[in-house]
């Protein structure tokens, strides 16, 4: 029995993918095994030309690699929730061993960058539910990873602050030429995306066209 | 990034609540320290504070403080003429409930032979010694009496003319030195009317065994207790004399106990303090556990309301020894903290409190030291829990 059979799945730079499929397809499996925390019994993960997963890596290993090569923007944004806005975002820096003041300067430039520089010494509680995507996704950009998960990025949003949200991952996809892989059901935003890949029964399949989906 | 100290800081109404509640946890530890300490100080203080060489009592009693011991009021004339005694007197110590200024007190009367006799108070914080046969007392500070003020002990006045401090019965309770005669007087006053019928009962009993009323009469002072006893027989050795010999000598030929001031001193650990001191012991041995568990659970409780965002921390490559260090700093923050209110409550509570309160640094080092070992073992099945966490967990909704 195999979660995943057949899963390619090839993302470019600055190219933004959506990964579709029912419940229990294997999409969060096939999330878990890119970042390392299920490990694949077969298979290989390539990140910019290098094999990123062997035998041997340890789960110390592991936290490295996804501390220096994957964001993750959460559905619930799951920020720290005793962590300010700006600390929120150097929090990943300094795990990575970037120094206090470069971290605190790269946060407040991202706070800029995403709009929220006033919010930077608030708590997470205090921010609005679009001042907290924001900087969850500052957070998922601070290390400059090659790769941004994004789970479920405009489920709990009306269309208006969804598109903002999409207008938002598309800018960081070019503008950091970052491949940003969203898990997505919302089927509003998905002509947003350069490719969908739709996950069923472990398999994925590249939707070509991309109308007609969800029907 | 200081994790642990941030998470306070946003929950600093919840920590201070907390440390406050174990603080005055710990407390009742360190106090219970101080009690027990002080209970073994209070129980050997006029043992410690006696110039005695040899205490002499009534024969194969634990006296005088352990157990009565009543000898003749001149026993001492025969302790004095024994081998390698350089000076010997008679010593009596009883306690006493009387309204002394005004409220009902609980202290200690010691009667001692004011003119070179030994058992009288040591260091004096103002007046003198008692200096007159009658009529004089030296009071501790705690009955709360002054200098050349009058106390009231039975049908006599006596002045305060001297003061110690700190001069404690074995039950803690203050003592007052009176000279032997008057401490006699004071425990052996008895009402005129009791007096009265108690001589009347006397001669009725004579004049039931076949006596004559005059006769009766005659044979009625025979018949009275005497109060010229005493407790016990204070011995200071001769220079160069042999203690054991001197005891044996005395327990032979006069046919009284005699013990060291070493052995009497471990008849009060032994007897009266031992089981007090055991239950004291066994209470703070309670509470520090008890401490340490309910740090235990706090830290667990704070963990778990933290489970998500340590997931978040393991997802996005966080160490496992960033989460630990956050984990016991929290631990050891609550440790620390709580020690300090501990020891600023007792600090607060030392002067005003009941009994003696002894705080020895080595002790209370000892016990922040156990704490401080408690609370990291308290935060393990914390830190076994955050470290089991899957990342995946910070996945979803």
Redo the contacts between chains.
């Keep these: 029995m195999h979660a995943l059979r057949e899963a390619t799945l090839s993302v470019e730079a600055g190219e933004l993918a959506a990964l579709i499929g029912p419940s229990g397809s294997g999409k ?1 499996t096939l ?2 095994c890119i ?1 390392l ?2 490990l694949p019994s077969s298979g290989a993960i390539v990140i910019r030309g290098h094999q990123a997963w062997r035998d041997g890596r340890s789960e ?1 290993d592991a ?6 090569n994957i964001g ?1 923007i ?3 944004h ?1 920020l ?4 300010t806005a700006q ?1 929120n975002i ?3 820096m ?3 061993g970037v120094g ?1 003041q470069a971290a605190a300067r790269r946060a407040r430039e991202l706070l800029g960058y995403l709009e929220v520089a006033n919010r930077a010494d608030v ?1 997470p509680a205090t921010l609005s539910g679009g001042e907290r995507q924001r900087v969850a996704i500052g ?1 998922a950009l601070a290390n400059e990873p090659p790769i941004v998960f994004a ?2 990025p405009t489920a709990a949003l009306d269309t208006e602050r969804g598109m903002k949200v999409m207008g938002l991952l598309r800018r960081v996809a070019q503008d950091r030429r970052s491949a940003v892989i969203a898990v997505t059901h919302d089927h509003r935003m998905i002509e947003g995306f350069d490719s969908v890949y739709l996950m069923n029964d472990g398999r994925l399949a590249r939707q070509s066209a991309l109308t007609g989906i969800f029907r | 990034m200081d994790l642990a100290l941030r998470d306070i800081r946003r929950h600093l109404g919840k920590f201070f609540a907390t440390i406050a509640g174990v603080g005055m946890l710990l407390a009742i530890v360190l106090v219970m320290n101080g009690i027990y300490r002080g209970n073994i100080f209070d129980g050997i203080w006029l043992i410690e504070n006696t110039a005695a060489d040899l205490w002499v009592v009534e024969l194969g009693r634990g006296g005088p403080f352990n157990e009565s011991s009543r000898m003749p009021g001149d026993a001492h004339k025969s302790v004095a003429a024994t081998p390698g005694v350089a000076r010997a007197s008679p010593f009596i110590s009883y306690a006493a409930q009387r309204e002394v200024g005004g409220t009902s007190q609980q202290f200690t009367i010691i009667g001692y032979e004011v003119f070179g006799g030994l058992g009288g108070p040591g260091r004096l914080v103002a007046g003198r010694r008692l200096e007159a046969a009658h009529w004089e007392a030296v009071a501790d500070t705690r009955l709360g009496l002054d200098l050349n003020s009058s106390l009231r002990l039975g049908s006599h006045a006596y002045t305060v003319v001297g003061l110690t401090r700190g001069a404690v019965d074995p039950a803690g309770n203050p003592v007052i030195y009176l000279s032997l005669p008057d401490a006699q007087e004071v425990l052996y006053q008895q009402d005129s009317h009791a007096l009265v019928a108690a001589r009347a009962a006397s001669a009725k009993r004579l004049e039931r065994a076949g006596y004559s009323s005059a006769e009766a009469a005659k044979l009625l002072p025979l018949l009275a207790g005497s109060s010229a006893t005493v407790n016990a027989v204070l011995v200071q050795l001769a220079p160069g004399s042999e203690t054991d010999a001197v005891k044996t000598h005395i327990e032979r030929w006069l046919h009284f106990s005699a013990y060291t001031a070493a052995e009497e001193r471990d008849l009060m650990l032994e007897g009266r303090l031992k089981k007090m001191s055991a239950v004291l012991g066994l209470f703070r041995s309670l509470l520090v556990v008890v401490s340490i568990v309910i740090i235990a659970l706090i830290v667990y409780v704070l963990t778990i309301e933290k489970i998500r965002p340590i997931a978040t921390l393991k997802l996005i490559g966080a160490p496992n020894h960033v989460i630990v260090r956050m984990i016991l700093e929290q631990s050891l923050a609550l440790t620390l903290g709580s020690f300090a209110v501990a020891y600023a409550l007792m600090i607060l509570a030392r002067d005003r409190f009941p009994r003696t309160l002894i705080l020895l640094p080595e002790e209370i080092a000892i016990t922040f030291a156990v704490m401080l070992a408690g609370g990291v073992l308290a935060s393990f099945m914390a830190i076994w829990h955050a470290l089991r966490t899957p990342p995946s967990l910070a996945l979803g909704g």
């Design positions: 969060s999330l878990l970042s925390i299920e110390v936290r490295r690699f996804r501390r220096e993750f959460f559905q619930g799951n720290i929730p005793f962590l600390e150097c929090l990943p300094r795990l990575n206090k708590l957070r789970d479920e």
